[in-house]
């Protein structure tokens, strides 16, 4: 998409997506990916339904659902309860395992907008990082895979840290790799566990909801929500409106 608005305005290469005023002062740019830049939660969604039919178990998105951004004993604790005694947890967690690797082999999509932007912003000279729950090597397979790897400067997996999202361990963590205050970065996330964590980083909050919308308690926090990934960063000041614009 970048490639064809350079095409379409023949200025491209003369940065005029960059919002107005943002020369001198670049915000970095923190990213989530597991739901934000990679639609690995609907994947991981299917295979879950899959892996419960195929244990002739009703299917319970709510089961699912209740997971998304948590980690640790919970996530497990909501499993093994849904599955009410009918088997043994790492049963399920084998099969299920399975079939989001044999989906994951496939090929990973790319969320809408998400390559367009990390190429604008890389190219326009923002730092860009990603702060995600999921280990580190994992997640620079994937994002290898997505042809994303190579514009961020670290990718700060689960791993590099002791305190899981909501926790905003990890943002200070990416900011600090990144050499910046937390304070002047963006963070891109979609769920509220990784709202919330941004949030309480400091960091200017953009959330583009993914398998579920925000209640009306994170909408209290008045962080930034927008449909898609361009949305989100015109309203953050990240890029111009020029390029909404063009896009239609």
Not at 76 to 96: K, P, Q, Y
Not at 115 to 144: C, F, K, M, P, W
Not at 225 to 247: H, K, M, W, Y
């Amino acid at each position: 998409m970048a490639e064809r608005l350079a095409v379409r305005n023949g200025s491209l290469g003369s940065r005029p997506l960059l919002a107005k005023g943002s020369r001198m002062t670049l915000s970095p740019v923190i990213f989530d990916m597991d739901g934000l830049l990679l639609d690995t939660k609907r994947l991981c969604l299917q295979s879950f339904v899959e892996t419960r039919r195929h244990f002739s178990l009703p299917d319970n998105l709510d089961t699912f659902l209740k997971c998304i951004g948590l980690r640790g004993a919970e996530p497990v604790r909501i499993i093994r309860e849904s599955l009410n005694g009918a088997m043994e947890l790492d049963v399920f967690n084998d099969e299920w395992g399975r079939r989001i690797d044999a989906r994951y082999a496939q090929g990973v999509p790319v969320k809408p907008g998400a390559l367009e932007l990390v190429q604008l912003l890389d190219h326009n000279g923002h730092s860009l990082a990603v702060a995600t729950s999921t280990q580190t090597a994992d997640a620079r397979q994937r994002l290898q895979a997505a042809q994303l790897l190579h514009h961020f400067e670290f990718v700060i997996g689960g791993d590099q840290v002791s305190r899981p999202k909501p926790d905003p361990e990890i943002f200070h963590k990416a900011a600090a790799e990144l050499g910046v205050n937390v304070q002047d970065c963006v963070a891109f996330e979609d769920s509220e566990t990784g709202v919330r964590s941004a949030h309480a980083s400091g960091a200017k909050t953009v959330q583009i909801p993914d398998l579920i919308q925000p209640s009306m308690a994170l909408r209290a926090l008045g962080h930034i929500i927008a449909p898609g990934l361009i949305e989100g960063a015109v309203t953050a000041g990240l890029l111009s409106l020029d390029i909404l614009e063009a896009r239609r």
